[in-house]
């Protein structure tokens, strides 16, 4: 495939504009799910106790001013696990919260990755041979969401398009640094050994740096007293995996939310694919999304199993994404109309997750007021961690006197009058509203995320 000539770089430029202008706008954005319960507290622990490579530990002060007892979501009851991940990204974070612990502090450390990832897939799409391609990043959702998400996957996807730009330019010295990068965010940069081994396939000569991504996560292995973190899940057998597992994963990557429409450039894609550039993304997109469709989590409650940490594939779907729109980028366009749908892949498939933080930020002062009259009111475990930490951007004080129900709550600790909080995703509630009879009180909404609030009248008929 041809380059496309951009003389002064304005396509790359450009697509960081915008990407940091994206970041910046969503400042007051709440953080959600793991960058609420772990990386960002994990981050203010390194704050307080100073860097280490060894990020859990006790619960931070700053996150224990929030807390009374009885009422500690269910995910900090015993401290911050350490998940023997690499900290670089959790060191980033430490650097902003060490100046102001405020999410808008998390998102402003967000806004370089964002860009540099931005400017990389611009730059990569150029290799491909359209001046545009990059831009088809900007209609996928799941990069959309992810930037403005303190997730270990965002600075990896920054790494990712500069250390395959090193490989297509036979950069084999910068490829072996940004491959160490790229592990030292999160462990599956190791991926980019495949890429790797392809090009030196192609040259037919062994690259001692081609080997730089594995070593670097044996060298961490070694280096963290835990050793490598473990998977979340393998599937049951190779059958499972060919019969769903696969088939899922592929769907989405490559199918879901408008992304089937790339698929019209899959013609232009086999038609250029012998230059090395389309193959080494190739390699490394179909690596990435086969990997994660084995190793992914997985929700299992419905008809068959889907990967619900969407942000685990971003790297390999945003790949996949400039290769089929290196010929159409705007094909990717209609998959904005998916922005701020809800996915049955989970909230980090869109806007919707963070659409439903906002939502349940909009309830803090009704719940507090319900409070202050003396009126029970329980939240689910989720919702509690947002309202107690400032630092997560939904309350500017930490709601008092909470109620916090988990999967294991007993309906019958629900008295009548009581008022149950029903957040717009991720908590247990089911199991209550179908042991209670309940009457609505109040709702909130944010785009098409809502939570709502029922008081409690007793037992349900049986």
């Known amino acids: 495939m041809p380059r496309a000539a951009d003389p002064r770089g304005v396509a790359p430029a450009l697509a960081a504009a915008l990407a940091a202008g994206w970041v910046l706008t969503g400042l007051r954005v709440p953080l959600v799910e ?63 919260l060490a100046v102001a612990p405020r999410v808008e502090a998390v998102h402003l450390a967000a806004a370089l990755p964002a860009a540099l990832a931005a400017a990389g897939f611009a730059s990569l799409g150029q290799r491909l041979g359209h001046r545009y391609a990059g831009f088809a990043i900007f209609g996928l959702p799941p990069v959309l969401s992810l930037w403005w998400r303190a997730e270990l996957d965002l600075p990896l996807l920054a790494v990712v398009p500069w250390a395959l730009l090193a490989l297509i330019d036979g950069r084999w010295g910068r490829f072996a640094v940004l491959s160490v990068l790229a592990v030292g965010c999160k462990e599956p940069g190791v991926l980019l050994a495949a890429p790797a081994a392809w090009r030196c396939l192609h040259e037919r000569r062994l690259r001692p740096q081609a080997l730089a991504p594995l070593l670097a996560l044996g060298a961490w292995g070694l280096l963290h007293p835990a050793g490598l973190a473990s998977p979340e899940r393998l599937p049951a057998s190779v059958d499972a995996w060919l019969r769903t597992d696969l088939p899922a994963a592929l769907r989405l990557a490559f199918w879901d939310q408008g992304r089937g429409l790339l698929l019209l450039g899959l013609p232009f894609v086999l038609r250029h694919v012998r230059g090395m550039p389309g193959q080494l993304c190739v390699v490394f997109a179909v690596t990435w999304v086969v990997f994660f469709s084995a190793v992914g989590f997985f929700a299992t409650g419905g008809p068959s199993p889907l990967p619900t940490h969407v ?74 961690a947002a309202l107690t930490q400032p630092w997560a951007g939904a309350v500017p004080a930490p709601v008092r006197g909470l109620r916090v129900y988990g999967p294991e709550t007993d309906p019958a600790a629900l008295a009548p009058g009581d008022l149950l909080v029903i957040a717009a995703y991720g908590e247990p509630a089911g199991r209550l509203l179908r042991a209670l009879s309940t009457d609505p009180v109040a709702s909130w909404s944010e785009a098409r995320a809502t939570a709502r609030a029922v008081r409690v009248r007793g037992p349900a008929p049986r």
């Open 34 to 96: 793991d960058s609420l319960f772990w990386w960002v507290p994990q981050a203010l622990l390194q704050v307080e106790q100073g860097l280490s490579i060894e990020t859990g530990g006790p619960l931070p002060a700053a996150l224990q001013a929030g807390l009374e007892p009885g009422a500690v979501p269910r995910q900090w009851t015993g401290g911050l696990p350490d998940y023997a991940h690499p900290p670089l990204w959790t060191w980033w974070l430490a650097a902003f």
């Open 311 to 384: 942000r685990y594939f971003v790297p390999g779907l945003a790949v996949a994404a400039v290769v089929l729109g290196a010929r159409w980028p705007a094909l990717a366009l209609p998959g904005l109309l998916s922005l701020l749908q809800p996915s049955p892949w989970g909230p980090e498939a869109s806007l919707h997750g963070l659409a439903a933080a906002r939502a349940e930020a909009e309830a803090a002062p009704w719940i507090a007021r319900r409070i202050d009259e003396g009126q029970a009111v329980w939240v689910g475990s989720y919702h509690a």
